[in-house]
């Protein structure tokens, strides 16, 4: 069961480098909270109840819900809707995002170790590569953010890799970057005029 | 030889009941299921004009593009039978064979020397080109994992294995294989076949200045492609080995909801912006990626 | 390839279908470039004057043409008549006697390709010659192409090599590096002059892999070039300064 909540989770990822519209990447986040949220469920075995509720709460109710809400107001707020101006830049993103799945696929290979789980860490390392991609590759801020939870995603797929138990450590360094990226920028952010010839846009 | 009957009866009924869904879904009663059929033998009463500027090709074209899916159609198994003609390799020769119709048909627009056509015959050429490796990195996971490389063998044996990764496989592989028909056979999201606005079509384009007799043998080989997609579909479905009635049946059902799934997605999804097809197309070729790295799971590669 | 997917190891099988994939792409631009290829010099209207006076040489001119072209055509639809007797010749030749069974099922692949090659020529010659006789009956005529209502049609309006190219143009720009030189229209202008148009692609290693190092190196050996003077009296000097260095050197023991 956990396979196929892997594979979907890779699919997603897919559609991350060929999505057009912001509200697409806020649905894909929503998506990706949930896959994760039933991925903690049935790998993680934790006898430490108040652990497990705390990794239930933060997967279903802040990566699926709360985070995308937030996300949906900002994106209203500024106005922005496409993430390109042209198409033709998420072509060269697909083929990047299929090297980075095999470059990952490779690597998990190379790192057999019997203490790590290789097909979570293949799937972890993709995430990473394609969080990276979607910041390297976009100019606005706001995908900036997507890039920077897609990592998150892969901090907690990584930790899932090495074991089946998750500490409570990880668990609260994922909430605090959750927590500075959306209320920061959500609330802060919005102040800088667009045009400000920052290093970073909030409008095209 | 069964596969070839139940494909020619499939594609009597299957572009009447894509439009019959078009209908229903926006609140008309709709032409009957046979309607189409009925255009082609109207078609088959007309004559012909042809354009001052065409030569030969464009008169034998779009007899070789029908040749092309009549042989397409016989390396194709159903079930337990094997296809008419069987061999190893002979899913490159499928998808090939399907390349050289589409080749002539290609050709045959540009001998028309007007400009809608090359237009028409650039962008096919290019959709063509980024939809091919989807199907043969498919065909490639089909063969790393049943050892087979030829239609008959791969599906006989796709089902014995008792993996519960099969039913994931067998999604994605459905996805990706209707992805390819609505590609190849140039509906929503791709190509808009009702649009009257020529800088917007691909494939109705190509086939404009066609009348009468070659049109109807167009229509025809558009037919059968769907069929031919539609076997395929079954064919990764359906494990082999069960009662013939029960395979005929759902042979049949399946081609229905493969009509109602491409009826439903064209009357409610829009066509792309033109920009945008290539990278969703390309979209498909990455989630036949995925479905390798699958593949590498199920074997035991990735562990 | 496809046979040995299923026995290989992970980097093996990327790097399988990794080719795979290029293949794929390699076939696919071929079918680009002979449509493109084949329909810019031949299918349509004369592009251009010289072209409308283009007609086919005589026919025993083309003899040894057509000759060939036969047998490329028998080739490919009855490959096993002439692989077998090769691939016996090869085995006999080079003593690799226990290739030839393993040969023997891509033989009977090919055999039945040949079958299925035979059965689309059967097929696509009983539909043309029913055509022919289907359109004895009926009223064929011939008209102008539609041109979407405009009738003053020229065969300038035909497709370009260049434009039928320019969705895979690009595409594919980082690699090709195709730039064009035309003066731009500005703003106020409503109805444009004439100008002149010019693409041209340049070749990106070319310029970027050898003409840089290469630039490099001679900008160098210029500099060493300013001793290359033609006078006789320069390079006796020159000879004489060697002299006096090699004396020198061995003098203080250092070569």
Redesign the interface.
């Known amino acids: 069961m956990v396979?196929?909540l892997i594979?979907l989770f890779?699919?997603t990822l897919?559609?991350f480098?060929?999505a057009?519209r912001l509200v697409n990447y806020v649905r894909l986040i929503g998506i990706q909270g949930l896959l994760l949220f039933g991925i903690a469920i049935f790998e993680l075995k934790e006898i430490n109840s108040a652990n497990m509720i705390f990794i239930a709460a933060e997967t279903l109710l802040i990566k699926t819900i709360i985070v995308p809400y937030l996300l949906g107001r900002i994106i209203k707020r500024s106005g922005v809707a496409k993430v390109h101006r042209?198409?033709?830049p998420?072509?060269y993103l697909?083929?990047l995002?299929?090297f980075a799945?095999?470059f990952s696929?490779?690597i998990?290979?190379l790192v057999l170790n019997q203490y790590i789980n290789?097909?979570f860490m293949?799937i972890a390392l993709f995430t990473l590569f394609t969080g990276l991609l979607l910041i390297v590759t976009h100019k606005l801020i706001i995908s900036h953010l997507i890039g920077f939870l897609v990592i998150e995603n892969a901090v907690f797929l990584f930790s899932m890799a090495v074991g089946n138990r998750m500490p409570m450590l990880i668990n609260i360094g994922i909430l605090l970057d959750i927590f500075v990226g959306v209320l920061i920028l959500g609330f802060f952010g919005l102040r800088l005029k667009p045009r400000t010839n920052e290093l970073t846009l909030l409008k095209d | 030889m069964a596969v070839i009957i139940l494909i020619i009866i499939t594609a009597l009924f299957f572009p009447g009941i894509i439009l019959r869904i078009k209908s229903i879904a926006s609140g008309r009663k709709g032409p009957g299921v046979l309607q189409p059929m009925k255009e082609i033998a109207i078609l088959f009463r007309k004559g012909s004009v042809f354009g001052d500027t065409s030569g030969i090709i464009f008169r034998i074209s779009p007899a070789i593009s029908l040749s092309a899916v009549v042989c397409a159609m016989m390396v194709l198994p159903f079930g337990n039978l094997k296809a008419v003609i069987s061999f190893e390799g002979d899913f490159i020769f499928f998808s090939y064979i399907l390349a050289l119709g589409k080749f002539f048909s290609i050709i045959g627009a540009l001998d028309t020397g007007s400009s809608f056509e090359g237009m028409g015959a650039n962008r096919e050429t290019f959709f063509s080109m980024l939809i091919e490796p989807a199907f043969f990195i498919l065909l490639a996971t089909f063969a790393m994992f049943t050892g087979h490389t030829s239609f008959s063998d791969i599906f006989a044996g796709f089902h014995i294995s008792s993996d519960h990764f099969i039913l994931i496989y067998s999604i994605l592989a459905v996805y990706i294989i209707i992805q390819i028909a609505v590609v190849e056979n140039s509906r929503v999201p791709v190509d808009d076949p009702k649009t009257h606005l020529e800088l917007t079509m691909i494939h109705e384009v190509m086939i404009l200045d066609n009348s009468g007799f070659d049109k109807a043998l167009i229509h025809i080989g558009s037919y059968l492609k769907f069929a031919v997609f539609g076997t395929l579909l079954y064919n990764v479905v359906v494990p082999a080995g069960i009662n013939t009635i029960l395979q005929i049946a759902l042979f049949f059902s399946i081609q229905f909801v493969f009509a109602l799934t491409i009826g439903l997605v064209e009357s409610f999804r829009a066509r792309n912006k033109m920009n945008k097809n290539p990278k969703f197309i390309l979209t498909i070729s990455a989630v036949a990626w995925i479905a390798f790295v699958l593949i590498l799971i199920m074997t035991n590669k990735l562990t | 390839m496809f046979k040995s997917l299923s026995a290989a190891d992970l980097n093996q099988a990327i790097v399988l279908l990794s080719a795979i994939t290029g293949l794929i792409l390699t076939g696919g631009l071929a079918v680009f470039c002979f449509t493109k290829a084949f329909g810019i010099v031949f299918l349509g209207q004369p592009r251009s004057e010289k072209a409308s006076f283009a007609h086919e040489a005589d026919t025993i001119m083309i003899l040894p043409e057509l000759i060939t072209i036969i047998f490329i055509l028998l080739i490919g639809l009855a490959s096993p008549l002439f692989v077998r007797p090769v691939i016996d010749m090869a085995a006999a030749a080079f003593n690799l006697t226990d290739s030839v069974p393993a040969s023997a099922t891509s033989l009977i692949s090919l055999s039945h390709i040949s079958i299925l090659s035979g059965i689309f020529v059967v097929i696509v010659t009983l539909l043309l010659v029913y055509r022919y006789f289907h359109l004895q009956r009926r009223i064929v005529t011939t008209g102008s192409v539609w041109g979407c209502g405009y009738t003053a049609s020229s065969p300038k309006q035909q497709y370009t090599a260049t434009s039928y190219a320019y969705n895979y143009n690009h595409l594919a720009k980082p690699l090709l590096g195709t730039q064009k030189i035309m003066e731009e229209m500005e703003e106020g202008e409503i109805f444009p002059g004439e100008r002149d148009f010019k693409s041209f692609s340049e070749d990106v290693f070319r310029t970027r892999v050898i003409d840089i190092p290469v630039d490099r190196i001679s900008g160098l050996l210029k500099k060493i070039a300013v001793m290359q003077t033609g006078e006789i009296r320069h390079y006796i000097l020159y000879a004489f300064v060697f002299i006096l260095l090699v004396l020198l050197l061995t003098f203080f023991n250092l070569i």
């Open positions: 396979d196929y594979i890779a699919v897919i559609y480098a060929s057009e042209q198409a033709m998420g072509f697909l083929i995002s299929i799945l095999l696929v490779i998990a290979n290789t097909v293949a």
